[in-house]
């Protein structure tokens, strides 16, 4: 009789019923969340670390593309003066022509000739 007492309260021990939820063979829940929380911290940080240093190229090339805008607007504007100066040239006139004088576009106001002046205003 012992030996079958023995036994069953040894059965009832090591059944999963007889352990209280202290007594778990599972890790703690803090434990867990702790490696959970350290993990996704390190992770933040490298995104953070990589975010500042596409920052940083995008501002470099944005300066690199204004720097090269003014490069190229002020190049732009030497090679058009330096063209005109040498059309003025080969036409054998003495000073820049305008736009429209190029274009064969007449001026929008009309200039003081002798056929619009009336002898009123002369005097």
Same mark, same amino acid.
């Given at each position: 009789?012992?030996?079958?007492?023995?036994?069953?309260?040894?059965?009832?021990?090591?059944?999963? $019923?007889?352990?209280?939820?202290?007594?778990?063979?599972?890790?703690?829940?803090?434990?867990?969340?702790?490696?959970?929380? *350290?993990?996704?911290?390190?992770?933040?940080?490298?995104?953070?670390?990589?975010?500042?240093?596409?920052?940083?190229? $995008?501002?470099?090339?944005?300066?690199?593309?204004?720097?090269?805008?003014?490069?190229?607007?002020?190049?732009? +504007?030497? $090679?058009?003066?330096?063209?005109? *100066?040498?059309?003025?040239?080969?036409?054998?006139?003495?000073?820049?022509? +305008?736009?429209?004088?190029?274009?064969?576009?007449?001026?929008?106001?009309?200039?003081? $000739?002798?056929?619009?002046?009336?002898?009123?205003?002369? +005097?």
């Amino acid at each position: 009789m012992k030996h079958l007492l023995n036994l069953i309260i040894g059965l009832l021990l090591f059944s999963p $019923t007889a352990h209280a939820g202290w007594f778990s063979s599972k890790p703690d829940p803090l434990l867990v969340m702790q490696i959970k929380i *350290d993990g996704l911290e390190n992770k933040l940080a490298a995104q953070t670390q990589s975010l500042n240093r596409w920052q940083i190229a $995008t501002g470099s090339l944005a300066v690199g593309c204004a720097f090269l805008l003014i490069l190229g607007t002020a190049l732009g +504007s030497k $090679t058009r003066k330096h063209f005109y *100066d040498s059309f003025t040239r080969r036409m054998g006139g003495g000073s820049t022509p +305008s736009p429209a004088s190029i274009n064969g576009r007449k001026p929008h106001m009309a200039q003081a $000739t002798e056929e619009n002046v009336h002898a009123t205003l002369a +005097s």
